[in-house]
């Protein structure tokens, strides 16, 4: 089995990276491996699926962060002879955190490499291909606005997301029209949130769905109409941690494997991390699933603590 590791160097610090490269060369001396840094967006997604494609059996660690994975799932999905994972070296590290105390076992390069492999549902969105969360309301906004208050002098980092979620809850409309198709019928209104998820952890640490499963064929799909700025920050803390539940006036949730929705002014989407506009979308299970490798004994079942209400297809 062939190990390739796809390092994209714009994810963390220069010398973790060397410390990075020089621990591959150690634990995976003797064995068919080969490490390439990436070049360009979209470098991940060409090596991977030109892995698929030669046929050989091949695991893939996407070193960087969640855009990085979301190029290997987008390479990979569809190929039976190839596994991907994560080998976290970004900021958000979002889907991960899906595996609870476990995805600090990510790092563990040995571990991984003898770990197993699960076949994982895939969403797709007009074509492009995510394995975690969609979302298209102000939290799609506001993370799509964080490249653009990165580039202001003393803006770093955290400091980007807190301005941009500042400037567009508190100086932009929170809700946008939109039409919504989901299980049968056909919503038309302004929203402020609409959050699709395979995954359960997107924005740094939000968990709109406590017990979302990234393998049952289901999408679960919350739905936040128009509300005012005090109702949007009361429901937003309780959104964040997965109780959405407690909002039965103000958040629908649906239970489906597709989703479609439309609107006259151009539509935000976040596909994992990834930054998508047009006026029309259609987001459902793909028909291609991506194998992933993880750690021995790491799970992404939810906490048994968790109570929602009962989840339907």
């Given at each position: 089995?062939?190990?390739?590791?796809?390092?994209?160097p714009?994810?963390?610090?220069?010398?973790?990276l060397?410390?990075?490269?020089?621990?591959?060369?150690?634990?995976?001396?003797?064995?068919?491996y080969?490490?390439?840094?990436?070049?360009?967006?979209?470098?991940?997604?060409?090596?991977?699926?030109a892995?698929?494609?030669?046929?050989?059996?091949?695991?893939?660690?996407?070193?960087?962060?969640?855009?990085?994975?979301?190029?290997?799932?987008?390479?990979?999905?569809?190929?039976?002879?190839?596994?991907?994972?994560?080998v976290?070296?970004?900021?958000?590290?979002?889907?991960?955190?899906?595996?609870?105390?476990?995805?600090?076992?990510?790092?563990?390069?040995?571990?991984?490499?003898?770990?197993?492999?699960?076949?994982l549902?895939?969403?797709?969105?007009?074509?492009?291909?995510?394995?975690?969360?969609?979302?298209?309301g102000?939290?799609?906004?506001?993370?799509?606005?964080v490249?653009?208050?990165?580039?202001?002098?003393?803006?770093?980092?955290?400091?980007?997301?807190?301005?941009?979620?500042?400037?567009?809850?508190?100086?932009?409309?929170?809700?946008?029209?939109?039409t919504?198709?989901?299980e049968?019928?056909?919503?038309?209104?302004d929203?402020?949130?609409?959050?699709?998820?395979?995954?359960?952890?997107?924005?740094?640490?939000?968990?709109?769905?406590?017990?979302?499963?990234?393998?049952?064929?289901?999408?679960?799909?919350?739905?936040?109409?128009?509300?005012?700025?005090?109702?949007?920050?009361?429901l937003?803390?309780?959104?964040?941690?997965?109780?959405?539940?407690?909002?039965?006036?103000?958040?629908?949730?649906?239970?489906?494997?597709?989703?479609?929705?439309?609107?006259?002014?151009p539509?935000?989407?976040?596909?994992?991390g990834?930054v998508?506009v047009?006026?029309?979308?259609?987001?459902?299970?793909?028909?291609?699933?991506?194998?992933?490798f993880?750690p021995?004994?790491?799970?992404?079942?939810?906490?048994?603590?968790?109570?929602?209400?009962?989840?339907?297809?």
């Open positions: 089995m062939k190990h390739l590791f796809l390092i994209n714009t994810a963390g610090k220069e010398n973790a060397r410390a990075l490269e020089g621990e591959i060369t150690e634990l995976f001396a003797g064995l068919d080969e490490m390439v840094v990436t070049e360009y967006a979209g470098h991940a997604e060409k090596l991977t699926r892995a698929g494609e030669s046929g050989e059996a091949v695991r893939v660690y996407a070193c960087g962060g969640d855009g990085t994975l979301n190029e290997v799932v987008c390479g990979g999905a569809g190929f039976d002879n190839l596994a991907v994972t994560h976290p070296t970004g900021t958000g590290n979002d889907f991960l955190k899906i595996f609870g105390e476990g995805a600090e076992r990510f790092r563990d390069l040995i571990a991984l490499r003898e770990g197993p492999q699960t076949a549902d895939v969403m797709d969105c007009n074509g492009r291909l995510g394995l975690d969360i969609v979302c298209a102000v939290d799609a906004r506001v993370a799509a606005d490249p653009k208050y990165k580039s202001l002098p003393l803006v770093r980092g955290a400091g980007a997301y807190i301005l941009s979620l500042l400037v567009n809850i508190f100086f932009k409309d929170l809700a946008r029209p939109m919504v198709a989901v049968g019928q056909t919503l038309s209104q929203f402020t949130i609409l959050c699709i998820c395979n995954g359960r952890h997107y924005g740094g640490g939000f968990m709109p769905v406590a017990d979302a499963l990234p393998d049952d064929g289901i999408l679960d799909v919350l739905l936040v109409p128009k509300v005012s700025l005090f109702t949007f920050l009361r937003v803390k309780k959104y964040a941690v997965g109780r959405y539940w407690e909002f039965p006036n103000q958040v629908q949730a649906f239970h489906t494997d597709r989703v479609e929705f439309s609107s006259p002014q539509i935000t989407v976040v596909v994992d990834e998508m047009d006026h029309s979308f259609t987001v459902s299970i793909s028909g291609k699933k991506v194998n992933f993880h021995e004994g790491v799970s992404y079942a939810p906490a048994p603590s968790i109570s929602t209400p009962a989840r339907r297809l």
